[in-house]
């Protein structure tokens, strides 16, 4: 049988390219000045909270891989569950047909979303369930004959890299390439504690009859720097915006699933969204797979006789079998006791670790809302997203067998809820170095 060992066991060694050499001959890697980029690291396989690189050293994942596993890596688990339904139903188009995975887990969904969640509509990305809730409120209300045009977002806000999801995050040096060709939206700024009456004051005025919906990354804006707020003043601002009469969209793409130390940051609150955006910790990290759910009123709006009233949008793998397959077992392991008690075990030791974070003199603003833990770097021009310290600590970390991605000069712990309290441990104890390095 030819296969790629066999291929590259014919070439002598020493000419031979290593993985990461071939990658960079062909590969163009996410959020990467290709340039200078050191070459990647390449990873052979991964268990629980480690990744194991080709060159047999290994790497604590205190990111969660880009915040999407929730149980640690290659869950057998999810694995079985996968590997069955592979060889059952890998994928069937969801125009005209269904399959048992869709169905139970748009039931299972709704049975832990808030009430007043009834449907669901699936695709393959936290970009795509964005870009599905702002399609559904702008066609709700094109469909009511009210047409309404300006959406409303928070200052800092990351909602993904696609046209709309990319319009409504906060405007910044990424999306400035872009910027004529994003639609208008009005901007309040994270209502971070001590600024919860400005930012009212100013959401008063801007929600008006006109406003078609207004969305948020509830509790934590991530990409944003891991921006903490608190649950009180967003239900006051759902309240501003429903009395204008616009739709609210909570996107819980990364705070859903337990991150936050409830089920779905939403939980925190007594007001409910219309539209809520599902995807990363949606599979366990295992799979694309998007979600947006929203309520019947704006379901009905797009039931009619009148074929233009339908919601024209859809994408290849729409519901593939195997990724909410994937979900459904992550599922099992979220609503399990052991999961509960783990997302407990982190967030006490987060909350531990805060009090020694809080002692160092090049820390700042540290924040927690349960497994996920942040704080500031404050040494000089530390903070933009493009300085150095970035890199310094990245690096000083990864050379310790932690990965971590700073934003900026904002560090934040995001592990696997599987991982140890030792595994825990030995991630404070190095960042403890790091603060040691800086605060010289
Ligand atoms: C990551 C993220 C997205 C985009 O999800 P992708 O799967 O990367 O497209 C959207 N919203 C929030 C809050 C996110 O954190």
Known sequence: MLSNSTLNSSLPSSISPSLAERDKAVIWHPFTQMQTAPLPIPIVRAEGSVLYGADGRTYLDMISSWWVNLHGHAHPYIAERVSQQL?????????GFTHEPAVDLAERLLSILPANQAKVFYSDNGSTAVEVALKMAFQYWHNLGQPRRKVVALDGAYHGDTFGAMAVGGRSAFSAPFAPFLFDVDYIPAPVPGQEETVLQLAETLF??????????????????MVMYEPDV?????????????????????????????????DYLQEKADLMCLSKGLTGGTMALGVTTCTQTIYDAFLSDDKLKTLFHGHSFTANPLACTAALASLDLTLSEETKLNLKRIGDQHTAFSQTLAQSSVVANVRQRGTLLAFNLVTEGATSYFNNIRDVAYNFLLERG???????????????????????????????ELLKELSQ
């Open 87 to 95: 060889r059952t139903l890998e994928h069937v188009i969801f125009a």
């Open 208 to 225: 008006t009859a006109d406003v078609a919906a207004f969305i948020a990354e509830p509790l934590v804006q991530g990409s944003g720097g």
């Open 234 to 266: 967003l239900d006051k601002l759902f309240q501003l915006a429903r009395r204008s009469g616009s739709l609210i969209i909570a996107d819980e793409v990364m705070t859903g699933f337990g991150r936050t130390g409830r089920l779905f940051a939403s």
């Open 402 to 432: 932690i990965l971590m991605r700073p934003l900026g000069n904002v560090l934040y712990l995001m592990p696997p809820y599987c991982t140890s309290d030792e595994q825990l441990q030995y991630a404070y104890e190095q960042v403890e």
